[in-house]
């Protein structure tokens, strides 16, 4: 009776027969499947900040590579590959300085600028440590806010930062220039005072004095470079290698603006990490001055500091940006070329070493091929003895010596010529110390 | 093959006895060309019996497009051309929206997405990141010191590419058509097998925050070998068989000269 009542049932249809589905259910069931959403229309591109290189000083911002949150773990002395750091706001320019790195947002909140890494010289400002209200910290491991005196802190923006040996400068766009750090060669534009105790300091230096608004700001070691928007260039700090470019090798403690053959030309940008700088002009010529030790400047003149700035006669193209390292300088020309010269690893091989003349990295390396004929270099950035370019297409390369694993690749050797750092986004911008760099990248959906 | 006219059979010359001309009784001997029993073909039996047939890389069941075939000492130059380690293109076809098991689009369903937010410029990033990403890779498993200066110059000029065992390696991706949910990529690969890109149009999907399925995967270029020089079923017979091997010999003679050396 029971098998008949089911063989009833399978007869009304009520039971369903098993086997493989066929075609109409398998596409019914596709059809009745949910659908997920993980990114709607209006989905935008997230900005993040990507951090590499030697972390045991803090400068990457990671508190667990320094001080590892299980006791069994080791502290990470370097982190060879890009590693994100999360951050509060939007960072919109960052620099790294010699063991030390600042990041500023150009947010209307009240912390505009964060610090970490080295502090001895309170080149980041005044961390008061929470164990010893009275004291600052000498190293800061995660980003901490640094507190500028400013007049009107709810309504005035933070451009661009900027990192040196020991000094940092910060440029807002109504209230000047701040500067802190060490000031014994009177790099943060106010008077050396002899014996004066800079850890733990609080004193934060405003800049005012300039005869237009400053549009950009350079730390070279110890010296600092301001550019204003009529295009004319200050200098104060250490002179020995000529870099303040004032016509002596003293050391100058107000920023005071400097002639030579870049008197009257309208400077669109200045460079300078190490002892030698490079400025150029708006119609695509080169200044050089400051330390000529490495050829850098060898193009015009034998000797080997140059304290008044000097057009370099090269017949590259039209400069657009340039940039400058301890030894080696780089330089991008309107039509996308790269050209390099000083000492050093300078991207063609390991057979060029050094060079008085600019020599062309070919952009074969950098990208450009049949396949993809737009791919061109859009930005170049020194570090000390590393390079780093930026195509249009958000991709970084490197080459130079790898200190302490600072060029990313992954790889702890040297690098003689441009190679793709793989980060997960879109590079926008990158900043590069002397062991370590940072990077703001877009992400890519 | 077979029906084809075989050679002539080879000619003897025997000694025939043949009656003399104008009476019996005495005979003499006639010389006589006769063909050798021995070549006969019902005593030989047919010429060609086995074929040697050697396949180039290997051609998925859902895959199409251009498939290289050694015949007899044509299998020689299959090793050769497989130690040029030259790149294949495909062109593959993609569908936003779905994700299956085996990321082709007749597997079983695993999860549907949504795809409006994707545009052709999102994809192109991406690819370009895969490129890089790929670029990289073909440098590293060249084995090449990368502190020579001939490993500078040959990265110069993008000859570096591994000469040896080497993971999947994707030279050169590019959007060729966009229309959504469909698109359309043509990828330069090395050492590759169909199944991987299908997974790499999967991962596309991915890291565009959808999910995609692979529709069509269709070789179009092997080495010197393209969709032009092939032959489709309908000529699959002898003449156009032999005329294929004559116009291709030279171009796979300079292609494996100009990479072996």
Redesign the interface.
């Known amino acids: 009776a029971m098998a008949g009542a089911a063989r009833r049932l399978l007869r009304r249809g009520l039971g369903v027969a098993a086997g493989p589905p066929s075609t109409r259910q398998l596409r019914e ?2 059809e009745a ?11 935008k591109r997230k900005d993040r900040v990507f951090v590499w290189g030697f972390s045991y000083s803090g400068a990457l911002g990671v508190p667990s590579f320094v001080k590892p949150d299980e006791g069994w773990k080791k502290p990470r002395r370097i982190q060879p590959t890009p590693y994100r750091l999360e951050t509060e706001e939007k960072i919109s320019s960052a620099a790294c300085g010699y063991g030390f790195t600042l990041l500023a947002s150009n947010t209307r909140d009240i912390t505009k600028v964060w610090g970490m890494g080295l502090n001895k010289d309170s080149q980041l400002g005044f961390q008061r440590s929470r164990r010893d209200q009275t004291k600052g910290y000498e190293y800061v491991l995660e980003p901490s806010p640094i507190p500028l005196p400013l007049e009107k802190p709810q309504q005035t923006r933070v451009l661009q930062v900027s990192c040196g040996r020991a000094h940092s400068l910060v440029l807002t766009d109504s209230e000047g220039v701040f500067t802190m750090g060490n000031n014994s060669y009177g790099q943060c534009g106010r008077k050396v005072v002899e014996d004066e105790i800079y850890s733990g300091s609080h004193l934060i230096h405003q800049l005012k004095e300039f005869d237009s608004r400053v549009v950009q700001v350079v730390c070279g070691q110890d010296h600092s470079l301001f550019r204003t928007k009529k295009g004319t260039v200050y200098a104060c700090g250490w002179g020995a290698d000529g870099q303040t470019g004032l016509g002596h090798y003293n050391i100058t403690s107000v920023p005071t603006k400097l002639h030579g053959d870049i008197a009257g030309v309208n400077i669109i940008q200045v460079s300078s990490y190490g002892d030698c700088c490079l400025a150029v002009s708006d119609e695509g010529d080169v200044f050089g001055w400051g330390n000529s030790e490495y050829l850098q400047l060898a193009s015009v003149t034998e000797t080997t500091q140059v304290n008044v700035p000097r057009h370099l006669p090269f017949k590259i193209g039209k400069v657009k940006e340039a940039a400058c390292g301890g030894t080696g300088n780089i330089v991008l020309t309107e039509e996308g070329n790269v050209f390099v010269w000083g000492y050093g690893i300078l991207g ?4 060029l070493i050094e060079t008085a003349v600019p020599e062309m990295i ?1 952009p ?2 950098f ?1 450009w ?1 049949d ?2 004929p737009d791919t061109r270099v859009a930005h170049v950035r020194c570090g000390l003895s590393q390079f780093a370019a930026l195509t249009n ?3 970084l390369f490197v080459w130079g010596k790898n200190l302490r694993g600072c060029l990313g690749t992954g790889r702890m ?5 441009p ?2 750092v ?1 980060v997960p986004g ?1 590079v926008v911008d990158v900043a590069c110390g002397v062991d370590h760099m940072v990077s703001m990248v877009r992400s ?2 | 093959l077979n029906a084809a006219p075989g050679r002539a059979p080879r000619q003897q010359v025997r000694f025939l006895p043949a009656s003399a001309p104008g009476g019996g009784g005495a005979v003499g001997l006639v010389a006589a060309r006769l063909p050798v029993l021995a070549d006969h073909p019902l005593v030989r039996g047919p010429r060609f019996k086995k074929l040697k047939i050697g396949a180039g890389h290997r051609l998925d069941v859902k895959a199409s497009g251009v498939f290289v075939l050694g015949i007899g000492h044509g299998n020689k130059l299959l090793t050769d051309r497989y130690n040029c380690h030259l790149t294949r293109v495909y062109t593959v076809g993609g569908l936003f929206g779905k994700a299956t098991d085996d990321f082709s689009d007749t597997g079983n369903l695993v999860e549907k997405t949504t795809f409006d937010h994707i545009t052709r410029e999102k994809l192109e990033r991406i690819l370009a990141v895969i490129q890089g990403t790929n670029q990289k890779a073909l440098l590293m498993y060249s084995n090449i010191d990368m502190k020579t200066q001939e490993a500078y110059e040959l990265a110069v000029k993008g000859l570096i590419r591994p000469m040896g065992k080497s993971p999947p390696i994707i030279t050169a991706v590019r959007c060729l058509q966009f229309a959504l949910p469909e698109f359309q990529l043509e990828i330069h690969c090395l050492h590759e097998t169909q199944q991987y890109l299908r997974k790499m149009v999967h991962e596309i999907g991915l890291e565009l925050k959808s999910s995609a399925v692979c529709t069509q995967v269709r070789r179009i270029r092997d080495g010197v070998f393209t969709v032009d020089d092939a032959l489709p079923r309908t000529q699959w017979n002898l003449q156009s068989i032999q005329e294929a091997i004559q116009s291709c010999q030279l171009k796979v003679e300079t292609e494996l000269e100009k990479t072996l050396g």
């Open positions: 069931a596709e499947a949910p659908v997920f959403q993980y990114a709607g229309k209006a989905a063609k091989g390991p057979n070919p074969s390396l990208g091929s396949f993809s297409r958000g991709e050797e040297d690098q003689y010529f190679w793709r793989t879109e890519f959906t």
